[in-house]
Structures are given as C-alpha cells and as structure tokens.
C-alpha cells in the first residue's frame, strides 16, 4: 500500500509555471503506476500517467504538461508551463500498483489529498 501527498500549488498568473510534487510512501514504489488527474467544480479530468512504459498525456495537456518521476526518492513531479485561467483546479496523484495507462479514476486505488492551483488573468 502507497500514501500519497501533494504540493506545489499556489497562485501563478496566466502564462506561467508551476510545478507540482507527489510524495509516496510505501515500498517498492517503482512498482506503481502514477498519475495526474485534476478536479474543478463541475469535473475531473484526467492528465497523465507514469509507469514502466513511459509517459501518457492527455491531449488536453500535451506540449504544455511533463510528468516525470524520480524512484529514488519516491516522487513523482508535473511540471506545468503557459498556464491559463481554465487549469484552475485541485490536483491529484493518484496510483496503482501494476502497469496501467488508464485515463479512469476508478483504475487508481491510491489518492492524495491533493493540492490548489489558481490561475489568474
């Protein structure tokens, strides 16, 4: 079993950058599939995944959005550039302890508490 913990969020005007960390705990880390997903009022939407068969974006992020993971140190990073208005939202880690590049919620057992990004005009 996995713990996850995000941070990183905050204020950024549009156009800029944030990047956001999701720290695990557990063992075996390398073992789990990770990803992003982000919730505003009326949705949540799916963003990324990380495992052993690379990296998966939604297109909704491609080319703005890079996901990245360090095993060494049980976390897992996105870093998040041109931002707008419309990436305002609370963001998610979420993981699976097998290699899965599904874009449903439901497929991730494992969740954070997740963590603020506001962006503003």
């Known amino acids: 079993q996995v713990q996850l913990k995000e941070s990183g969020g905050g204020l950024v005007q549009a156009g800029g950058s944030l990047t956001l960390s999701c720290e695990a705990s557990?063992?075996?880390?390398?073992?789990?599939?990770v990803a992003w997903f982000r919730q505003a009022p009326s949705y949540r939407a799916y963003l990324a995944t990380i495992?052993?068969?690379?990296?998966f974006y939604a297109d909704s992020v491609k080319g703005r959005f890079t996901m990245s993971r360090d095993n060494s140190k049980n976390m897992i990073y996105l870093q998040m550039n041109k931002l707008k208005p419309e990436d305002t939202a609370v963001y998610y880690c979420?993981?699976?302890?097998?290699?899965?590049?599904?874009?449903?919620?439901?497929?991730?057992?494992?969740w954070g508490q997740g963590t603020q990004v506001t962006v503003s005009l």
């Open positions: 979420a993981a699976v302890e097998k290699s899965y590049s599904g874009s449903e919620a439901s497929g991730y057992p494992y």
């Open positions: 557990g063992r075996n880390f390398d073992r789990y599939s």
């Open positions: 495992n052993g068969l690379g990296t």
